[in-house]
């Protein structure tokens, strides 16, 4: 395979070879269930469906598994928050999430198992690790010993001595003096009182973070995969605790390749909600923005760059996704079109015609190989999809100011082949056609969207002025055009369709 890609384990970019010949197995770390995604999952997620849909297009069989973390601290406090459950408050953001990935078209994952249906696993890889003297316990929690993995850090590049205790980490002051080391984590947590949990050899409790990754690679791909992705804030800890656990339990590689994608910024900034430039992609796609000009925003940047998000910035991905749409939905079927050539159908071409007609093609379908062989350069890939569109894009205009065109035959059959081309390409980047109608239509839900957001401010005005009747009557109207309203802390409210 001519694939190259940076690994992050060994910092190389290195020619990608799978385990079984065109059989390739993946494992990406997915969301914690308690809220919408992000526009930092979106970018994750696009990318790495271009990996996958580039795997396939070349040939490959591809096992793509991606979990849902529905065990957190976050999703117990927003059940607390909403009085509602853990597992209610998942599962609504399990169907959220579907909703935002399919309007991406994002191939749905071959498998997406959940850390509360894995829970017979994580509990024996935890056992595992305590027989080889890799893990402790104390009062109901058990620890990895990162000092019992002797590669530790490599993959992130940082040595334990010199690292701050909070660098990167979910550890606080007083759980670090309990443990043996500061940056031993939690495997599996006991209980707080009203906290849900679960019965294991060491009390009722609840997994960690890490382990539940470790334990789906080995139920879902086996102990070693090709390989392993996620967001570069995932390298460490979560990453580096991932191969610790993994490798102490299987004494075999956990995965061959880690790829990691990189933050998104606002502005220059880096996306928080701290800093008031958290953005959805729901409230993305209802604002009017087309999921296609959102992806090819995406993949206009390199995937290991830091993606700066603009109002500048979409609005140029929106120009350009419209020249390339027209060309997508051009009909070269169009009876509009009339051709002029007499030539009969067995003698279209000569042979050096043929060639002619083809080889530019050829060279263009080569070039994109060749880009995205070259660690998945998005942006050189994307350049080729404009060059085939430019002719198409200047024909369909064409059409729709003339409503007619004479095309030689040889011409009509030109600019097919290079629309099927045009088509082809754009798969593999997860680019297809979007009807004026659509898009229409997301005009309109742009609108629609003005309008909840201002009777969700009347609500909150309402709400600050104790008039909860009125506050209750809104809810209610929303509720019956489809839309539910979540109560956040600090007034803010959300909302989702039903």
Request: with cysteine.
């Amino acid at each position: 395979m001519s694939l190259r890609l940076r690994n992050t384990l060994t910092g190389k970019t290195e020619p990608f070879y799978s385990l079984k010949p065109n059989e390739v197995s993946i494992y990406c770390c997915g969301v914690t269930v308690y809220d919408l995604c992000h526009l930092g999952h979106a970018r994750s997620y696009i990318v790495w469906d271009i990996l996958r849909r580039y795997l396939i297009w070349k040939g490959n069989k591809v096992t793509f598994i991606q979990n849902f973390t529905d065990i957190d601290d976050k999703i117990i406090k927003r059940a607390i928050e909403e009085n509602s459950t853990m597992s209610e408050v998942s599962e609504r953001n399990i169907r959220e999430f579907h909703k935002d990935m399919d309007a991406l078209g994002i191939l749905r994952p071959d498998r997406m198992p959940k850390a509360t249906k894995c829970l017979s696993e994580i509990r024996s890889m935890i056992s595992t690790l305590k027989e080889k003297g890799a893990a402790y316990s104390i009062d109901g929690d058990v620890y990895f010993a990162v000092m019992k993995h002797a590669n530790y850090g490599n993959l992130s590049g940082r040595d334990l001595k010199e690292q701050k205790l909070n660098a990167g980490g979910r550890v606080t002051k007083s759980e670090a003096e309990r443990k043996n080391h500061p940056f031993d984590f939690a495997l599996w947590k006991a209980i707080k009182e009203g906290e849900p949990g679960y019965e294991s050899p060491w009390g009722t409790g609840r997994p960690g973070w890490h382990i539940e990754c470790s334990a789906m690679v080995l139920k879902e791909l086996g102990e070693t995969i090709d390989i392993h992705l996620g967001g570069a804030d995932l390298i460490f800890p979560h990453h580096e605790n991932e191969i610790a656990q993994s490798e102490a339990a299987t004494g075999k590689k956990l995965a061959r390749f880690w790829l990691h994608n990189g933050m998104v910024n606002v502005e220059g900034e880096k996306m928080s909600k701290s800093l008031g430039n958290f953005t959805t992609i729901r409230a993305l796609l209802e604002k009017g923005v087309s999921p296609m000009t959102l992806r090819l925003f995406v993949l206009q940047a390199h995937y290991r760059k830091p993606l700066d998000f603009t109002d500048e910035a979409l609005k140029a991905a929106s120009n350009g996704w419209k020249g390339l749409n027209n060309a997508l939905c051009l009909d070269l079927n169009n009876k509009n079109f009339s051709n002029e050539s007499n030539e009969s159908p067995q003698n279209k071409y000569t042979k050096d015609t043929d060639l002619s007609i083809h080889k530019p093609y050829i060279k263009i379908r080569l070039k994109f190989i060749e880009a995205l062989d070259d660690d998945l350069n998005t942006s050189a890939a994307l350049a080729l999809l404009f060059e085939l569109a430019r002719p198409l894009k200047a024909l369909a205009n064409q059409l729709e100011r003339n409503n007619d065109k004479s095309l030689s035959r040889i011409e009509l059959d030109d600019f097919k082949e290079r629309w099927h081309l045009l088509v082809d390409l754009s798969s593999v980047l997860g680019l297809t056609k979007e009807l004026k109608e659509n898009i229409s239509n997301k005009t309109k839900e742009s609108i629609e969207h003005e309008k909840i957001e201002l009777l969700i401010k009347e609500r909150t005005i309402a709400k600050k002025s104790k008039d909860f009747a009125k506050a209750d009557q809104i809810r209610q109207e929303l509720k019956k055009q489809g839309i539910e309203l979540i109560d956040k802390p600090k007034g803010v409210t959300d909302w989702i369709r039903i």
